[in-house]
T-cell receptor, first 114, second 114 residues
Framework: AQSVAQPEDQVNVAEGNPLTVKCTYSVSGNPYLFWYVQYPNRGLQFLLKYITGDNLVKGSYGFEAEFNKSQTSFHLKKPSALVSDSALYFCAVRDIRNTDKLIFGTGTRLQVFP | DAGITQSPRYKITETGRQVTLMCHQTWSHSYMFWYRQDLGHGLRLIYYSAAADITDKGEVPDGYVVSRSKTENFPLTLESATRSQTSVYFC?????????????FGAGSRLTVL
């Protein structure tokens, strides 16, 4: 079955430290992978995506993600966290059975402490 | 203003009542989606539409009805609301459904069923 997993419900990091939000996927074929962010009382916003090409993808607000095919992972990273990065982060993968749709993970809450 | 708007933003209703959540987008995007967001489940797709008069079920369609008579509008109706339908509902749109395109989300509608 196709799925995407975010193993951590919450990640805590101090401001200025690097952050990683983990995502692993299980799909057949070549995955299309996405990260979205949700700030309080707002809809989700697109951060970045991997379709093909360079395994390191750069996105909005200084975030980047590394596609690792052997580990079936697509972890979100940022070299230096800001308090304003505190939000809910969702990983998503394209549904191979119906490529019109995305399958979302359960989300990881990132808390950056000053 | 351009964008995707949802109404109402907050709604409290009683079990058995009919409720309609509205979604309007100004980009003339072909695809529109309805998701529900619940703790521990992330985002789950309820229904989606590839174009006017074309709709299809998502992961959790039971108890919901959609229509799309115009490209810009995609209302979601709960015909007889149940407590299990208490959730935050998000509408989204995308230019196409290739799976590589970015979803743009509305701000959400928080529904409480008493």
């Amino acid at each position: 079955a196709q799925s995407v997993a975010q193993p951590e419900d919450q990640v805590n990091v101090a401001e200025g430290n690097p952050l990683t939000v983990k995502c692993t996927y299980s799909v057949s074929g070549n995955p299309y992978l996405f990260w979205y962010v949700q700030y309080p009382n707002r809809g989700l916003q697109f951060l970045l995506k991997y379709i093909t090409g360079d395994n390191l993808v750069k996105g909005s607000y200084g975030f980047e993600a590394e596609f690792n095919k052997s580990q079936t992972s697509f972890h979100l990273k940022k070299p230096s966290a800001l308090v304003s990065d505190s939000a809910l982060y969702f990983c998503a993968v394209r549904d191979i059975r119906n490529t019109d749709k995305l399958i979302f993970g359960t989300g990881t809450r990132l808390q950056v402490f000053p | 203003d351009a964008g995707i708007t949802q109404s109402p933003r907050y709604k409290i209703t009683e079990t058995g009542r009919q409720v309609t959540l509205m979604c309007h987008q100004t980009w003339s995007h072909s695809y529109m989606f309805w998701y529900r967001q619940d703790l521990g489940h992330g985002l789950r797709l309820i229904y989606y539409s590839a174009a006017a008069d074309i709709t299809d079920k998502g992961e959790v369609p039971d108890g919901y009805v959609v229509s799309r008579s115009k490209t810009e509008n995609f209302p979601l109706t709960l015909e007889s609301a149940t407590r299990s339908q208490t959730s935050v509902y998000f509408c989204a749109s995308s230019e196409s459904g290739s799976g590589a395109n970015v979803l743009t989300f509305g701000a959400g509608s928080r529904l409480t069923v008493l």
